[in-house]
């Protein structure tokens, strides 16, 4: 009997972490002194994230968002301790570190100047920014008060992607020459209001599944793109909903790309090297990869690291970040640069946004 496959996100994310329900929290992935977080948000992907520490025995210690009765249900849900009145009153309180943001892509600047200004680490999750230049500012704050800020898209922090890049910059697999990474998911047109199909909330297939596409090319390119080449179709709302488009960097290594937002297709990246090619399916949260080996086709499994625990690997990054590791702190350098790659397609397509304009 076939298993059926998740329908979205959050249903896999619930298989994922019934798959632990029964097993030890690993003892390697919190190492660093731990931080006392509060969250901003109070969405799907902030009650992954309080499940995901739930299984370490951690919670966050606050919550603020823009409806009171909310948080108040979050907080009950998954104990947290405090319900802030305003966002300004998560800033002064000394009995917190750091800062997860999961609220919609366009509000994140905001929050990330009074967070960071206010001396907080910042978590915050994808897209961390809506373009370049925000990112830009929120970088300069970051340095300019002493703290981490860090982007929260699972590709840069999952076990398995840091063994794989281990190897390759080894030399293991010879060189990079091409990523092909595939990402489709279907989001209903009757939900134009949505966060997925509206302008207003930043909304569009770039900035919700092209992060990710685009990140695990960075991550194993030798630099950044500087060429771009692509086509993308409009929903009316004026986002975008598909697109095709090629990247080639100065060691003219090629990405090649396929986003839709209203068509399934599988979540594949193949990485392809001179000794190999690696095949990561449902590489967002990935725990697994095949590699075909060239010179003679046979098959290496690598499995590192469990899906279900995502979100505490972004978590422990950070902290590990803040206790001295500049391998975690630049993590940052590879997100800016997918930044600069979303923020020109979307300008090269027209794709603006209200707090761009």
């Not at 902030?46 to 739930?54: E, F, R, T, V």
């Given at each position: 009997?076939?298993?059926?496959?998740?329908?979205?996100?959050?249903?896999?994310?619930?298989?994922?972490?019934?798959?632990?329900?029964?097993?030890?929290?690993?003892?390697?992935?919190?190492?660093?002194?731990?931080?006392?977080?509060?969250?901003?948000?109070?969405?799907?992907?902030?009650?992954?994230?309080?499940?995901?520490?739930?299984?370490?025995?951690?919670?966050?210690?606050?919550?603020?968002?823009?409806?009171?009765?909310?948080?108040?249900?979050?907080?009950?849900?998954?104990?947290?301790?405090?319900?802030?009145?305003?966002?300004?009153?998560?800033?002064?309180?000394?009995?917190?570190?750091?800062?997860?943001?999961?609220?919609?892509?366009?509000?994140?600047?905001?929050?990330?100047?009074?967070?960071?200004?206010?001396?907080?680490?910042?978590?915050?999750?994808?897209?961390?920014?809506?373009?370049?230049?925000?990112?830009?500012?929120?970088?300069?704050?970051?340095?300019?008060?002493?703290?981490?800020?860090?982007?929260?898209?699972?590709?840069?922090?999952?076990?398995?992607?840091?063994?794989?890049?281990?190897?390759?910059?080894?030399?293991?697999?010879?060189?990079?020459?091409?990523?092909?990474?595939?990402?489709?998911?279907?989001?209903?047109?009757?939900?134009?209001?949505?966060?997925?199909?509206?302008?207003?909330?930043?909304?569009?297939?770039?900035?919700?599944?092209?992060?990710?596409a685009l990140s695990i090319a960075r991550l194993f390119m030798e630099s950044k793109p500087d060429e771009i080449v692509s086509l993308?179709?409009?929903?009316?709302?004026?986002?975008?909903?598909?697109?095709?488009?090629?990247?080639?960097?100065?060691?003219?290594?090629?990405?090649?790309?396929?986003?839709?937002?209203?068509?399934?297709?599988?979540?594949?990246?193949?990485?392809?090297?001179?000794?190999?090619?690696?095949?990561?399916?449902?590489?967002?949260?990935?725990?697994?990869?095949?590699?075909?080996?060239?010179?003679?086709?046979?098959?290496?499994?690598?499995?590192?690291?469990?899906?279900?625990?995502?979100?505490?690997?972004?978590?422990?990054?950070?902290?590990?970040?803040?206790?001295?590791?500049?391998?975690?702190?630049?993590?940052?350098?590879?997100?800016?640069?997918?930044?600069?790659?979303?923020?020109?397609?979307?300008?090269?397509?027209?794709?603006?946004?209200?707090?761009?304009?």
């Amino acid at each position: 009997m076939v298993t059926p496959v998740p329908v979205d996100a959050a249903a896999a994310a619930n298989a994922a972490f019934a798959a632990v329900a029964d097993k030890p929290f690993p003892e390697d992935i919190f190492t660093a002194p731990e931080l006392r977080w509060a969250s901003i948000g109070c969405g799907v992907i902030a009650k992954q994230m309080a499940q995901s520490l739930a299984l370490a025995g951690r919670t966050v210690q606050g919550i603020y968002n823009r409806t009171r009765s909310k948080a108040e249900a979050f907080a009950e849900q998954y104990g947290v301790a405090k319900v802030y009145d305003s966002v300004e009153e998560l800033y002064a309180d000394p009995e917190i570190d750091a800062i997860y943001i999961s609220t919609p892509h366009n509000t994140h600047i905001q929050y990330l100047r009074g967070a960071l200004a206010a001396g907080k680490h910042v978590l915050c999750e994808k897209a961390i920014t809506l373009n370049s230049e925000e990112l830009d500012e929120a970088r300069s704050l970051a340095r300019e008060h002493n703290v981490v800020l860090m982007d929260a898209t699972t590709i840069f922090h999952m076990p398995l992607y840091r063994e794989l890049l281990s190897r390759a910059q080894a030399g293991e697999f010879g060189r990079l020459h091409l990523a092909q990474v595939n990402f489709g998911s279907f989001r209903d047109y009757n939900d134009v209001n949505g966060r997925f199909w509206n302008r207003s909330l930043a909304g569009g297939a770039m900035l919700d599944i092209g992060v990710y596409a685009l990140s695990i090319a960075r991550l194993f390119m030798e630099s950044k793109p500087d060429e771009i080449v692509s086509l993308a179709n409009m929903f009316k709302t004026g986002v975008d909903e598909e697109s095709g488009f090629v990247t080639r960097n100065a060691e003219g290594q090629l990405g090649v790309f396929s986003l839709s937002f209203h068509a399934k297709q599988p979540k594949r990246a193949d990485l392809c090297f001179d000794d190999c090619y690696i095949e990561v399916m449902s590489y967002p949260r990935a725990d697994h990869a095949t590699i075909v080996w060239t010179n003679d086709g046979h098959i290496e499994e690598v499995a590192l690291g469990e899906e279900a625990y995502a979100l505490c690997y972004e978590i422990a990054d950070l902290e590990q970040a803040v206790a001295g590791d500049e391998s975690k702190a630049r993590l940052l350098d590879y997100a800016a640069d997918v930044m600069d790659v979303m923020t020109k397609l979307r300008r090269d397509w027209g794709v603006v946004y209200p707090e761009e304009e």
